[in-house]
């Protein structure tokens, strides 16, 4: 497809397991972005990758989050021993480098984390 | 502290009639300043940006905003709202040197009635 894709769309766990989030961003877009939303508020920074130069890791949460990016192509993000608190939609983004005129960011749809 | 502030959480209009949503900013610099709409089973949109110049900026659908310096305000409005413009509107801001880093503020809820 054209636009950004997340997968899974729905994901239940129980509390302690581990869970993967993947991202696939517009092809070309050499930016990758991860927020979080939770349930009545805005989004939250996570994670952003450019290119092949060190990810700015500043919004993760705790150290049981971390991402990873495959060159300029999909992204996982990982949860570790998921605290019942990670219940959220986490929403991947990407945008080409020179779009820092256009200032446009493309979300995909997200990825709705229930922790039982 | 760095902060985005969306007064109004959920405004109820009726079609044809006006919107204005508020967007208050606390930042050591002027940001870039963003407006995004979310509707149910999509992914947030871009409505407009101001990076700078002229203070009016004009955006997709219909939408423009406001920068307002001296009230640390990006007000969104919109002359006449159609049923298709209820959705979750954000503010979000971020620093010149990375722009893609956004902070957001808590959202607006927008019905509209008939």
């Known amino acids: 497809g054209a636009g950004v894709s997340q997968s899974p769309s729905n994901k239940v766990t129980e509390k302690g397991k581990d869970v993967e989030l993947r991202c696939d961003p517009i092809?070309?877009?050499?930016?990758l972005y991860w927020y979080r939303q939770r349930l009545g508020q805005g989004l939250e920074f996570l994670i952003y990758?450019?290119?092949?130069?060190?990810?700015?890791k500043s919004g993760l949460p705790s150290d049981r989050f971390s991402a990873e990016r495959t060159g300029e192509s999909v992204s996982t993000l990982t949860i570790q021993r998921t605290q019942q608190e990670d219940s959220a939609v986490y929403l991947c983004?990407?945008?080409?480098?020179?779009?820092?005129?256009?200032?446009?960011?493309?979300f995909g749809e997200g990825s709705r984390l229930t922790v039982l | 502290a760095q902060s985005v502030t969306q007064p109004d959480i959920h405004i109820t209009v009726s079609e044809g009639a006006s919107l204005e949503l508020r967007c208050n900013y606390s930042y050591g610099a002027t940001p870039y300043l963003f407006w995004y709409v979310q509707s149910p089973g999509q992914g947030l949109q871009l409505l407009l940006k101001?990076?700078?110049?002229?203070?009016l900026v004009q955006g997709i659908k219909g939408f423009e905003a406001e920068f307002k310096r001296s009230q640390s305000s990006f007000n969104l409005r919109k002359p006449s709202v159609h049923w298709s413009d209820a959705a979750e509107y954000f503010c979000?801001?971020?620093?010149?040197?990375?722009?893609?880093?956004?902070?957001f503020g808590a959202g607006t809820q927008v019905v509209v009635t008939p």
């Open positions: 979000a801001v971020a620093s010149t040197d990375s722009w893609g880093k956004l902070q």
């Open positions: 983004a990407s945008s080409l480098e020179s779009s820092a005129n256009t200032g446009e960011l493309f």
């Open positions: 092809s070309g877009h050499t930016a």
């Open positions: 101001y990076f700078s110049g002229d203070t």
């Open positions: 990758f450019q290119g092949n130069s060190a990810p700015d």
